[in-house]
């Protein structure tokens, strides 16, 4: 019973073989992690142009004098289209995006994957902003479309959920790979 006792009252933290006190470094690593915010944000742009440039357009007939537009048969599935294209474009932004980071070894911790995480997130809203506007340059509609005709919709994302693919991507692979890694510290120092 007494060892019990004793076993009980073992170390709380992890010491390191050098009898050091692993540590998260938080200080040093947020210049670098809202650097890493804002660089991952710019991706969104090139991210939403690609998107824009593989999204397919919706074909829909005139019908009426005021522009009303109805779908083509078996049109209405290119809705499912443009949102299965933004996403798988998130999912390979977010893992690249995690790998790069992870890649950053003199940073690794989790204020840099909360860095990237943010920066992920602002990235794909980012990319669904102009990702339409872009689309909406390229198919834009006639003013005077006659009665009946067939015209091109720009692609559309009907919703915001498309935004979380990037951001837990490269939550997936950061912790992936910190989860792989068995050292305390990550591998931060290179000795």
Request: hydrophobic share 55%.
């Amino acid at each position: 019973m007494s060892e019990q006792a004793g076993a009980g009252r073992g170390h709380a933290t992890l010491v390191q073989a050098t009898g050091q006190v692993s540590r998260v470094v938080v200080r040093a690593d947020l210049l670098p992690a809202f650097s890493a915010v804002s660089l991952i944000a710019l991706l969104g742009l090139p991210l939403g142009w690609i998107w824009s440039r593989l999204a397919p357009p919706q074909r829909m007939r005139v019908v009426t004098r005021e522009h009303q537009l109805l779908p083509l048969t078996a049109e209405s599935w290119h809705r499912f289209d443009d949102l299965a294209i933004f996403l798988l474009i998130g999912l390979v932004a977010g893992l690249l995006v995690g790998v790069v980071v992870w890649l950053l070894r003199a940073r690794r911790g989790p204020v840099m994957l909360v860095g990237a995480v943010l920066g992920s997130l602002l990235s794909a809203w980012l990319a669904m902003r102009m990702g339409t506007a872009f689309a909406e340059a390229r198919f834009s509609l006639p003013p005077s479309a006659e009665l009946g005709a067939v015209v091109d919709r720009a692609p559309v994302l009907e919703t915001g959920w498309a935004l979380l693919a990037q951001p837990l991507t490269t939550a997936f692979a950061y912790g992936t790979l910190a989860a792989w890694n068995a050292r305390d510290d990550l591998g931060r120092r290179l000795g």
